[in-house]
Nanobody, 123 residues
Framework: QVQVVESGGGLVQAGGSLRLSCVAS????????VGWFRQVPGKEREFLAA????????YYADSVKGRFTISRGNAKNTVYLQMNSLKPEDTAVYYC????????????????WGQGTQVTVSS
């Protein structure tokens, strides 16, 4: 069983930056995909970014391309989401998810989800 834990959320002013961390335990990443999502109450979960652990290839939603960067950490089973130029509309609960290799192309293929970390951007 894989456990996923996010951290790094908080309150930041518009234009500021935050780095979210995602640590998965239970098994090592190999052919996995790791994705970041966010959700605002009353709205659907939104895909933000994904990374292939094996190849390092990355994918981004248009809404965050150029502002957010997903990367693998040096620490085992760690993925980061660097968020720059934050806007009030980025306020949401941010989730990390781990899936098999096909999850990189299909959001329904993520198997394990964290509890989320709150990001609040003040204007």
């Amino acid at each position: 069983q894989v456990q996923v834990v996010e951290s790094g959320g908080g309150l930041v002013q518009a234009g500021g930056s935050l780095r979210l961390s995602c640590v998965a335990s239970g098994r090592a990443f190999s052919n996995n995909a790791v994705g970041w999502f966010r959700q605002v109450p009353g709205k659907e979960r939104e895909f933000l970014a994904a990374i292939s652990w094996s190849f390092g290839s990355t994918y981004y939603a248009d809404s965050v391309k150029g502002r957010f960067t997903i990367s693998r950490g040096n620490a085992k089973n760690t993925v980061y989401l660097q968020m720059n130029s934050l806007k009030p509309e980025d306020t949401a609960v941010y989730y990390c998810a781990v899936g098999g290799p096909y999850a990189i192309l299909n959001n329904d293929e993520y198997d394990y989800w964290g509890q989320g970390t709150q990001v609040t951007v003040s204007s």
